[in-house]
């Protein structure tokens, strides 16, 4: 008898049986499945699932997130191919639906989180290590709110890329992430950019916000301190912060870890 499944952009999937053969086109999606003890059921993954290590060297790349080796992932023979509505274009899931099932995440929030990984833990037949998860986050998320409960809130802006200089918005996990760190995100909702990823004008930030602090993260662009110091010098008092983009942008079961990532950040704070 088939099972019926909806995913996080409301497509519904059915299943004969617990699907077997998975291929990952997100990187932190990647990590969840394998810290949900599916490791052996993995088939392919992109170039840029770094985690686990081994990885690299024990499954099929089938390219990147926004450019995909469809060949590849045919030969691979997959059940399911697990896709993001923000990292995956909706021309590749388009294509890919053609070979196989292709569940879509949606990830904004800590709730949507969660969401992803019961859903994963009912498709796959891992509810007691879904939970597990579940349980990990939600303490971690508790404990963290605790810790910063004193806390003054301070303006922030989080950079991803320079040459063109571009932040994350509202409507971004990583805006979730700043938030839980008591951040008010200076581009969260700002009318004078569009989209969650805008292109900004790096001499107007102290009109348009004038921020505590800057965040540049680790990736996708590798800022050095010639752009800290250069970001500075567009604010009144800004402290400029290196941090770790992964633990901004990473969903899945990298909470546990973000959570005292982000302890030790708002000590050096």
């Not at 690299?56 to 191919?81: A, C, M, Y």
Request: aromatic letters at 12%; charged letters at 25%; a negative charge.
């Amino acid at each position: 008898m088939s099972r019926i499944f909806i995913d996080q952009i409301g497509n519904h999937h059915s299943f004969e049986i617990v699907p077997k053969r998975i291929i990952s086109l997100v990187p932190s999606q990647t990590e969840l499945l394998y810290d949900l003890d599916l490791e052996e059921s993995i088939v392919g993954i992109t170039k840029f699932c770094v985690h686990p290590f081994h990885f690299k060297s024990t499954k099929k790349i089938i390219g990147g997130t926004k450019k995909v080796h469809f060949e590849k992932i045919r030969l691979l023979q997959p059940d399911i191919i697990i896709a993001n509505k923000e990292e995956n274009t909706v021309e590749i899931v388009e294509e890919l639906s053609k070979i196989c099932p292709v569940w879509v995440t949606n990830i904004v929030t800590v709730e949507d989180n969660l969401k992803v990984i019961s859903d994963f833990g009912q498709l796959f037949n891992k509810r007691t290590e879904a939970q597990k998860w579940i349980d990990k986050i939600n303490f971690g998320l508790e404990d963290f709110q605790q810790f910063v409960k004193d806390k003054d809130v301070q303006k922030a802006a989080y950079f991803i890329w320079a040459n063109p200089y571009m932040v994350a918005a509202g409507n971004t996990f990583i805006n979730e992430m700043l938030k839980i760190n008591k951040l008010e995100n200076i581009y969260d909702n700002n009318p004078k950019y569009e989209g969650r990823y805008p292109e900004v004008v790096i001499q107007k930030m102290r009109i348009q916000g004038d921020p505590d602090l800057v965040l540049l993260s680790s990736e996708p662009f590798p800022f050095t301190d010639q752009h800290a110091f250069e970001l500075g010098r567009h604010t009144h008092h800004a402290k400029t912060v290196f941090v770790d983009g992964e633990m901004f942008s990473w969903y899945g079961s990298r909470l546990v870890k973000a959570f005292q990532y982000f302890k030790k950040l708002q000590e050096s704070l």
